[in-house]
Nanobody, 121 residues
Framework: QVQLVESGGGLVQAGGSLRLSCAAS????????MGWYRQTPGKRELVATI??????NYADSVKGRFTISRDNAKNTVYLQMKSLKPEDTAVYYC????????????????WGQGTQVTVSS
């Protein structure tokens, strides 16, 4: 069994910064892609993804403001958020594509429990 535990959300004023963390633990051989999504009423949006090799992808709405990174040794992904805007307010979820053994040909996708980010104007 694998668990993803997120931390770092909270309330911040517009223009401020937050750093989210998401640690994967359990029966893990390796983790392929990791990512962050955010959910607002009626909409789920990809925020950023990162491969095991460090290649990144960002939503246009966060480019230049958010940075995704990871620590492969800790199976942890981070999201550094700067210049936050009220429209960044959402529940942020991380996910991870987990391999249980070297013989796996497909990974299993796990999600964190979500962490609330609220940006006040």
């Amino acid at each position: 069994q694998v668990q993803l535990v997120e931390s770092g959300g909270g309330l911040v004023q517009a223009g401020g910064s937050l750093r989210l963390s998401c640690a994967a633990s359990g029966s893990i051989f390796s983790v392929n892609d990791m990512g962050w999504y955010r959910q607002t009423p009626g909409k789920r949006e990809l925020v950023a993804t990162i491969t095991s090799g460090g290649s990144t992808n960002y939503a246009d709405s966060v480019k230049g403001r958010f940075t995704i990174s990871r620590d492969n040794a800790k199976n942890t992904v981070y999201l550094q958020m700067k210049s936050l805007k009220p429209e960044d307010t959402a529940v942020y979820y991380c996910n991870a594509d987990v391999y249980y053994s070297r013989y796996d040909t497909l990974g299993a996708l796990y999600w964190g429990q979500g962490t609330q980010v609220t940006v006040s104007s």
